[in-house]
């Protein structure tokens, strides 16, 4: 099977079906940082009825020009106000308070006198000063948010003001994750040989697909043979709707994860992506369930879960974007190193109106740098045709602090 371009690998991808998006509901304040799966619609406009912004007195404009105003009596807010505000009279009115029938401006409280029963106009307003109109906020039928949206802050606080004691969300998708490797180490397993290395890959896969708004499952390590690594693929099929491993899919001796794949009848979609780092990537699919095999060295895995795990979590909660690229401009020169599409990490800052890149403390080597993912990092594309490119020139830049 040939290398594919970086196009059209995606391509691929996102004409895999994921199925219809499965839901359950949730009470709002356990909905924080989940996806919704329905469109969140307006029963009624916000106000439904002229309101007050001010504490104040409801006139009509008119009769700001005889100087005085009879005060009729309040109109707390909540109050179901009957009284109606004819010529030469007013109400006082307070901050949320439906404003009375008649009334079309609301004078505040510091730009009058009050003598007796009166109102002297000391400062005028203008016409509907301090009155919030019908559907101000909303209208009804208004579709306030749409399916597919992380709640947040003001999406809860939205929901709380319609009421609304339940959310549909999207079921989060299950992400299995291993790392194969004879010579990997669990975090405090004891080391024995200067041979062996600490496992990240998987922990670090963990904490993106938590990120992504999927349900991370560990796996662990998994030993370099053909027996160990297809009990831990069945056992991560059986519970997990995507499974990513990270090792075992080059072309040497222990290279047993892309002969596994497809013994367990999964159909390999691609294999091989003209990409630095990560070409010897494999994606497979099994009914309704993903397999996606990553290379071992560290920056390899998390570049390649980026941009081909994270899109398919978000596919699964019907979320509409990935991961977020911006144009950039180069502090200083870039160097493109291969025919290949490179996705390289860089400094991204924010100044004067446009993004900026250098690569300030940023390694150049292997493919296992992964501390040139730290310090708010982010990941410039270079397609297999681009060249290299001097200090002021633009180009797209992935970020990575949210998505």
Known sequence: MAFLTYKESVKLLDELSVG???KEKLFLDAALGRYLAEDIVAKESSPVKPTSAMDGYAIR?????SGSIKILGDNPAGSDETREVTKGTCIKTFTGSIMPSGADTLIQIENVSVKGDKIIIDTPVSFANAVRPIGESYFEDDVLIKAGTKIGFAE??????????VVTVAVK???ATLSTGSEILEIGEMQMSSAQIRSSNHHTMQAITTMAGGEAMQMGTVKDDRASITEAFENALACADIVVSTGGVSV???DFVKDVVPALGAKVVFKGVKIKPGQH????QKGEKFIIALPGFAYSSTVTFLLYVVPLIKRFIGAPKALEIVEARLKETFVKRSKKSEFTACNLSFKEGEYHVDFEGKKVGTSAILTNMLSGSALIISDEHATSKDAGKRVNVIKLDTF
């Open 156 to 165: 809860i606080g939205v929901m709380a003001g319609l009421n609304i004691a």
């Open 61 to 65: 404009h008119k009769d700001l020009a």
């Open 173 to 175: 998708p299950k992400v």
């Open 281 to 284: 990537i494999l994606v497979a």
């Open 20 to 22: 219809t998006i499965r």
């Open 252 to 254: 040497g001796d222990y």
